[in-house]
């Protein structure tokens, strides 16, 4: 089955960066897109970032554009998000998702959490003031 598995947050200061890490195994990783998404306390899931299957379209939400970057390694069958200039309000659980159908577009989806089939477990990311 499909398993996707979240690594890399934690704690750091406002201005800092982290990279998270999404390892999927259980089907051919290159030919899916992937996304990201993020849950604060008290808050709805929201779109973070997503890659489409070819890894040449990546969408963001405003909120962190020019900060944050999705890349994804097929070799390694791994999606990354680069995140750059934290601020406090990016504190929030980090889940990494796939898209249940191969080579599918997401040009008009990809911010949609009921477009994504598999989940991982998340990861937190708190940055600190």
């Known amino acids: 089955q499909v398993q996707l598995v979240e690594s890399g947050g934690g704690l750091v200061q406002a201005g800092g960066s982290l990279r998270l890490s999404c390892a999927a195994s259980g089907r051919t990783f290159s030919d899916y897109a992937m996304g990201w998404f993020r849950q604060a306390p008290g808050k709805e899931r929201e779109f973070v970032a997503a890659?489409?299957?070819?890894?040449?379209?990546?969408y963001y939400v405003d909120a962190v554009k020019g900060r944050f970057t999705i890349s994804r390694d097929n070799a390694k069958s791994t999606v990354f998000l680069q995140m750059n200039s934290l601020k406090p309000e990016d504190t929030a659980v980090y889940y990494c998702?796939?898209?249940?159908?191969?080579?599918?577009?997401?040009?008009?989806?990809?911010?949609?959490?009921?477009?994504?089939?598999?989940w991982g477990q998340g990861t937190q990311v708190t940055v600190s003031s």
């Open positions: 890659i489409s299957w070819t890894g040449g379209r990546s």
């Open positions: 998702a796939g898209v249940g159908s191969p080579r599918r577009s997401i040009a008009n989806i990809y911010a949609r959490p009921d477009q994504y089939d598999y």
